[in-house]
């Protein structure tokens, strides 16, 4: 019998493959291959299945959000600094339309101001979740699972 449950799409973006090693006292001490774990983990629990996806470039992420309309019900992304400045992501996200995609990131990006003020990728994002930590992406894989449920 095959896995009929929806699959949701953990996009990673820039230096995301760092966690751990970079700036431990912003983003912790887990790494990627951590959360990574923790969402699999969860995911049997809220009826989805995970595939993961890291790059460093912003073209690569544009191809994997393309590529989810051919495989995932639902997105998770983390495009890091990408959130902030870039136009050609959001209309990527909203090129996919209807995937629900869900914008994550560790920080709390309002407190952190300046240059992290726009958030032209989060506003063509179903939804967003912030400031938890890695636990932010384990709160939104649980409301993105929600959607995809019905909920």
């Known amino acids: ?14 230096n995301l493959n760092l966690l751990g090693r970079r700036e431990v006292d912003v983003y912790g001490k887990a790494t990627l291959a951590d959360v990574e774990a923790r969402l699999l983990s969860l995911a049997d629990g809220c009826g989805v299945a995970c595939t993961f996806f890291q790059s460093n470039s912003e073209g690569a992420l544009i191809d994997r959000l393309h590529a989810a309309l051919d495989g995932a019900q639902g997105v998770l992304l983390n495009a890091g600094a990408y959130a902030h400045t870039s136009l050609a992501l959001a209309d ?12 994550v990131h560790l920080t709390n990006t309002a407190a952190r101001g300046g240059l992290r003020d726009p958030a032209p990728v989060g ?23 929600g959607r995809l449920a019905g909920g």
Not at 1 to 14: E, L, T
Not at 92 to 103: D, K, N, T, W
Not at 137 to 145: G, P, T
């Open 1 to 14: 019998m095959s896995d009929q449950r929806p699959v949701v799409d953990v996009i990673n973006g820039p």
């Open 92 to 103: 990527a996200i909203r090129s996919i339309a209807p995937l629900p995609v869900v914008e």
């Open 123 to 145: 506003a063509a994002c179903w939804g967003r979740v912030e400031g938890f930590g890695t636990t932010s992406y384990e709160l939104a894989l649980r409301a993105l699972a």
